[in-house]
């Protein structure tokens, strides 16, 4: 087994790092250059950098936010937010910026996971699938856009096999249901996806306690786990998690 990855994630809104509950009522949560130089002397294996507001807006990620945090790291950084186009991701490739991350504009035209994939390998495509409880889909779970504004009648295993076809390179489903609550993992959603890919897939959405990092590993089989509140507000360093993963037998970059 690789050693599981520990992805620091910054949700950005009007130049700030963010965190809110079930996609809403964000607060305040510092700078986000900040935060990138610390995680990365922290142990970061990775940072992710998310323009939470771009798709809402209607416009592009800032590339000068992607530019100021890259230029602080040299750990792998993931940029998403309003990308809908291969000139898009070349901008932020430009800048510094390890790999894409798109979701919204995927799910509105598939053809741009293979568009990406081609121009730039996959390796540098992540797909993001946000997914909400819903009975009524095969799997249970539904594809959500829009920051989790919007259902999309969309199977969420269907579609991560569908990216996975088109060549994305890996997979980060974030239950909107759990996210930002501390409840932990939402495993049977993450589980749902890991079983139904060979791809690297990120958990995310609701870290609360060291528990939760090691549970959402040895039950879904996820390549990495991302977790944004944990780290932001101190409650864990980013080495007392490896630490503790590495005690109960998960591989980590020590």
């Known amino acids: 087994?690789?050693?599981?990855?520990?992805?620091?994630?910054?949700?950005?809104?009007?130049?700030?790092?963010?965190?809110?509950?079930?996609?809403?009522?964000l607060r305040d949560a510092g700078d986000p250059v900040e935060h990138?130089?610390?995680?990365?002397?922290?142990?970061?294996?990775?940072?992710?950098?998310?323009?939470?507001?771009?798709?809402?807006?209607?416009?592009?990620?800032?590339?000068?936010?992607?530019?100021?945090?890259?230029?602080?790291?040299?750990?792998?950084?993931?940029?998403?937010?309003?990308?809908?186009?291969?000139e898009d991701m070349q901008a932020l490739f430009d800048v510094g910026v390890s790999k894409v991350l798109v979701n919204s504009a995927a799910v509105a035209r598939p053809a741009l996971v293979e568009e990406a994939a081609a121009a730039y390998g996959s390796a540098r495509l992540v797909v993001a699938i946000d997914g909400r409880r819903?009975?009524?889909?095969?799997?249970?779970?539904?594809?959500?856009?829009?920051?989790?504004?919007?259902?999309t009648g969309l199977d969420c295993v269907e579609w991560a096999q569908r990216c996975e076809a088109l060549g994305a390179g890996e997979l980060l489903p974030t239950s909107m249901d759990g996210d930002g609550t501390l409840d932990g993992y939402d495993i049977p959603f993450t589980r749902a996806i890991t079983g139904a890919v060979s791809l690297p897939v990120t958990a995310s959405g609701g870290a609360g306690k060291l528990d939760d990092f090691v549970e959402v590993v040895q039950q879904a089989g996820v390549a990495a786990v991302l977790a944004a509140s944990v780290f932001h507000f101190r409650t864990f360093r980013i080495a007392e998690v490896k630490e503790y993963l590495a005690a109960r037998g998960v591989p980590v970059s020590l």
Not at 49 to 65: H, P, Q
Not at 134 to 151: A, D, H, L, Q, T
């Open 36 to 86: 990138a130089g610390f995680y990365q002397a922290e142990g970061a294996d990775e940072i992710a950098m998310l323009d939470v507001a771009a798709t809402v807006e209607g416009r592009t990620t800032r590339v000068d936010w992607a530019r100021a945090v890259a230029s602080v790291l040299t750990v792998p950084l993931t940029v998403g937010g309003g990308i809908t186009s291969p």
């Open 134 to 151: 819903n009975e009524s889909m095969p799997s249970g779970f539904e594809v959500v856009v829009s920051g989790g504004r919007r259902g």
């Open 1 to 25: 087994m690789k050693p599981v990855k520990i992805v620091p994630c910054l949700d950005t809104k009007d130049g700030r790092v963010v965190k809110g509950v079930h996609f809403v009522d």
